[in-house]
T-cell receptor, first 119, second 112 residues
Framework: GAVVSQHPSWVICKSGTSVKIECRSL??????MFWYRQFPKQSLMLMAT?????????EQGVEKDKFLINHASLTLSTLTVTSAHPEDSSFYIC???????????????FGPGTRLTVL | AQSVTQPDIHITVSEGASLELRCNYS??????LFWYVQSPGQGLQLLLK??????LVQGIKGFEAEFKRSQSSFNLRKPSVHWSDAAEYFC??????????FGKGTRLSVIA
């Protein structure tokens, strides 16, 4: 099956610093990638949709100036948590759908996640 | 708007017993339905999915799920649970190329 990677798998940073998380589709091109956030023992919540060549679309309540998304190529999207604070500590997961949609074409492949801890 | 309900937050079963995890969805058209499993600190692994056709879907690790349109349900089943099945299970719904909407998850514990 298709593979999506994330880097780093975990990161610890000081409050006030910025952290960049990469999401790569390794064997297919993804014009769209999704970024999710998961708090401990909770479900995944969609943060934003990353679109190659255009601005990301953020879900309601997600600060676009704090969570910067750049979809630099058809295989790479990055999420930068700017001026991180302890409340930003979470598990961040990206996914990339392969195919143009429609029956049998919509399969999303998830990265393994990045655990961010802000001290 | 699409939504997914997993009524059971936590289920405990004995090893070797059968398992059923419930999932109900709300969506206007025929949805694409998924079950994922997440081990502690890990990403998501797709167990199975339903797009169309046969309403009984077979997945990996011996899991299956049945789509019942009349009940808006997509329950996950396994005839005999193994200790390694202990994990968090998420039901999800999507349409076309949209992002997945996840249920809150059901934590499965397996006892000897």
């Amino acid at each position: 099956g298709a593979v999506v990677s994330q880097h780093p798998s975990w990161v610890i940073c000081k409050s006030g610093t910025s952290v960049k998380i990469e999401c790569r589709s390794l064997d297919f091109q993804a014009t769209t990638m999704f970024w999710y956030r998961q708090f401990p023992k909770q479900s995944l919540m969609l943060m934003a949709t990353s679109n190659e060549g255009s601005k990301a679309t953020y879900e309601q309540g997600v600060e676009k100036d704090k969570f910067l998304i750049n979809h630099a190529s058809l295989t790479l999207s990055t999420l930068t948590v700017t001026s991180a604070h302890p409340e930003d500590s979470s598990f961040y997961i990206c996914s990339a759908p392969r195919g143009a949609g429609g029956p049998g074409n919509n399969e999303q492949f998830f990265g393994p996640g990045t655990r961010l801890t802000v001290l | 708007a699409q939504s997914v309900t997993q009524p059971d937050i936590h289920i405990t079963v004995s090893e070797g017993a059968s398992l059923e995890l419930r999932c109900n969805y709300s969506y206007g058209a025929t949805p694409y339905l998924f079950w994922y499993v997440q081990s502690p600190g890990q990403g998501l692994q797709l167990l199975l999915k339903y797009f169309s056709g046969d309403t009984l879907v077979q997945g990996i690790k011996g899991f299956e799920a049945e789509f019942k349109r009349s009940q808006s349900s997509f329950n996950l089943r396994k005839p005999s649970v193994h200790w390694s099945d202990a994990a968090e299970y998420f039901c999800a719904v999507a349409s076309g190329n949209t992002p997945l909407v996840f249920g809150k998850g059901t934590r499965l514990s397996v006892i000897a």
